[in-house]
């Protein structure tokens, strides 16, 4: 089992920036990719970013030179740096891990990104 506990995020305004953390305990030798999600009231969860343990990337296509998403492997933390935020960026951000040769994932919790305008 892995837990992924998340910290950051709170309200900023249009064109300001923020950065999420989380971190990993656990069985970590199982995680292979790290990443994050977004969930708009109203909407799907999302894939904002993601990064392998060999540092292979992928972002939304939204979010693409504005966030940055940053992997310490020895310390199993991953970092979404959020430059010039944007309204439509309002959501509830979650950590995401999943685990080697398998379909399984785990969650954080979600924490809250506000972006007012």
């Known amino acids: 089992q892995v837990q992924l506990v998340e910290s950051g995020g709170g309200l900023v305004q249009a064109g300001g920036s923020l950065r999420l953390s989380c971190a990993a305990s656990?069985?970590?030798?199982?995680?292979?990719?790290m990443g994050w999600y977004r969930q708009a009231p109203g909407k799907q969860r999302e894939l904002v970013a993601v990064?392998?343990?060999?540092?292979?990337?992928h972002y939304a296509d939204s979010v693409k030179g504005r966030f940055t998403i940053n992997r310490d492997n020895a310390k199993a933390t991953v970092a979404l740096q959020m430059d010039n935020l944007k309204p439509e960026d309002t959501a509830v951000y979650y950590c995401?891990?999943?685990?080697?040769?398998?379909?399984?994932?785990?969650w954080g919790q979600g924490t809250q990104v506000t972006v007012s305008s």
């Open positions: 656990g069985d970590i030798p199982s995680i292979n990719a």
């Open positions: 995401n891990a999943d685990r080697y040769a398998t379909e399984l994932e785990y």
């Open positions: 990064m392998t343990p060999t540092s292979n990337t």
